[in-house]
């Protein structure tokens, strides 16, 4: 079931006649007096020890084999990275993140301030700001090119369906840390649109309403709207979408991925004799 | 023997008819059912213990005003006249500073033209939200054709702001006014349905008119 460590991880016994120091033969194998380890030698066995201790402990490693060297059917291309590409600008945008919110202040009166303080004044702040700006607009159209290849491959279907529920209410949720990232900057711009998206929510009947007031902690945009933002912002939808990316990656794993729609089976390959 | 096994069943009400280990006479819930029961119930108990009051507190404003009245002073009563409006700029919530200004149409009362809003006094002046009743873009008054037109999706409103073509779902919305010594004071926001009669306040797209108004809830606040 587990898939083999490839070659170049696995220890091979070495060939008869070649000095073997301190490998399986042991100290005081038959192939030559023990002699001192070189450090090359000790740094590998050194990590090999903490991996095997770690290992031991944990049982990570026939998990993580399935995980990192599962076979993929042949034909995978380039266009198979496209969520791992979306993943990686989650994870610069939580990165980035992060050290935007050391210096932003969630507060009406200091939001525009401390945003523009990050721009002109923080060393390489307009540098993390871009990233974490322009790193949004990266992850939203990767995660559509990402939809698109799985639609137009057929890898939506049995039985990987949960699969794209799941990706539908990752894509569900990126798009409202788009909206929620959005207003912090507290600018003009940012206010109004957050103002007109807010209505927007609101004239979904009965529930709307309701929601916009969520949203906007009351009937009119205060000064607490944009601590909310701000929670939703970096706590609750990001944690979300991490467990979800965590679910993704699981059946992606459990179940493979698809080979592309103009591969068909090939019919020696199922037939394989044994010499 | 007095504790002999009964017949077996397996659809008995008792430990002992279902052949369950240790079971004794008259025992219906076995020591781990009632200890697996009593573990999920504590945990659900321990959840909801942080959860509810969690949600109540985000949802709060859903139950409660958190917008306090304030009126805010536009100018004195000889800038404003009863057959043009005239612009003003305010702060809807004063805290939130530059970002959340908005612009508003002061104009007074008209004896001769204006319908009396039901059950207010009649408000000395005339204040026009600017915020369209479609989606909240901001709607521009224009002198020539004594129209309100929004540039977003084309909503245009007549001088009452009563809908007039487009998108919008009801006429612009008023504040409130006051006149405390010689200065027009602009208070809370109201809404007006097509008969330009006076609801509470509501998001722009939320119908205050025919069927469509139950599917949009008042606020239990306001």
Redesign the interface.
Same mark, same amino acid.
């Given at each position: 079931m587990t898939p083999p460590l490839p070659k170049s991880l696995r220890r091979s016994p070495s060939r008869p006649g070649q000095d073997d120091r301190n490998g399986k033969n042991g100290k005081n194998g038959r192939n030559g007096p023990a002699t001192k380890p070189t450090a090359k030698e000790q740094a590998v066995e050194g990590t090999a020890s903490v991996v095997g201790w770690l290992d031991e402990r944990t049982g990570a490693s026939p998990f993580l084999r399935g995980f990192l060297y599962r076979k993929v059917p042949k034909g995978t291309n380039w266009y198979y990275t496209l969520g791992t590409a979306t993943m990686f600008a989650f994870l610069s945008q939580a990165v980035t993140g992060v050290f935007l919110a050391m210096y932003y202040e969630p507060d009406a009166t200091r939001a525009y301030e401390s945003a523009s303080r990050i721009t002109n004044e923080v060393f390489l702040g307009e540098f993390v700001r871009g990233m974490h700006k322009w790193g949004s607009t990266v992850m939203i159209i990767l995660i559509f090119v990402h939809m698109g290849r799985v639609f137009f491959f057929g890898a939506y279907k049995y039985p990987r369906e949960l699969n794209w529920v799941i990706g539908v209410v990752l894509l569900v949720l990126t798009l409202l840390m788009g909206l929620t990232g959005y207003l912090l900057p507290f600018d003009q711009r940012s206010f109004w649109a957050t103002v007109v998206a807010v209505n927007l929510n609101s004239s979904g009947p009965i529930v709307g309403p309701y929601l916009a007031d969520f949203l906007r902690v009351g009937s009119e945009f205060g000064p607490t709207t944009i601590a909310r933002f701000y929670s939703l912002h970096m706590l609750l939808v990001p944690l979300l979408i991490a467990a979800l990316i965590g679910a993704h990656l699981y059946l992606v794993a459990k179940l493979g991925t698809t080979a592309p729609p103009w591969l068909k089976a090939e019919k020696k390959d199922l037939l394989k004799e044994e010499v | 023997m007095a504790d002999s096994p009964k017949k077996y069943d397996k659809e008995s009400r008792y430990t002992e008819g279902r052949w369950i280990a240790g079971g004794f006479e008259g025992e219906t819930v076995t020591r781990r059912r009632l200890m697996e029961g009593t573990a999920l119930a504590a945990g659900g108990i321990a959840t909801m213990a942080f959860l509810l009051p969690g949600l109540g507190f985000? &949802?709060g404003? &859903?139950f409660?005003?958190?917008?306090p009245t304030v009126w805010q002073d536009v100018g004195p009563e000889g800038d404003f006249n009863d057959l043009s409006y005239v612009p003003r700029v305010m702060n809807?919530?004063p805290?939130?500073?530059?970002? @959340?200004k908005t612009t508003i149409y002061v104009r007074k009362f008209n004896d001769g033209q204006d319908k009396v809003i039901d059950g207010q006094d009649p408000q000395p002046y005339v204040v026009i939200s600017t915020?369209c009743a479609h &989606? @909240?873009?901001?709607v521009r008054y224009i002198q020539a054709s004594q129209k309100f037109v929004c540039p977003?999706h084309g909503g245009v409103y007549g001088f009452q702001g009563d809908v007039e073509g487009g998108p919008p779902v009801r006429p612009l919305d008023r504040f409130y006014t006051r006149v405390t010594n010689g200065r027009v004071e602009v208070g809370d926001?109201f809404s007006l349905n097509s008969e330009l009669e006076r609801f509470a306040?509501?998001?722009?797209?939320?119908h205050i008119d025919g069927l469509w108004q139950y599917?949009?809830?008042s606020?239990p606040?306001?």
């Open positions: - | 985000a &949802l404003p &859903l409660e005003d958190t917008i809807i919530a805290e939130i500073g530059d970002a @959340g915020r &989606l @909240g873009c901001p977003c926001r306040p509501r998001d722009p797209s939320n599917l949009y809830p606020r606040t306001t």
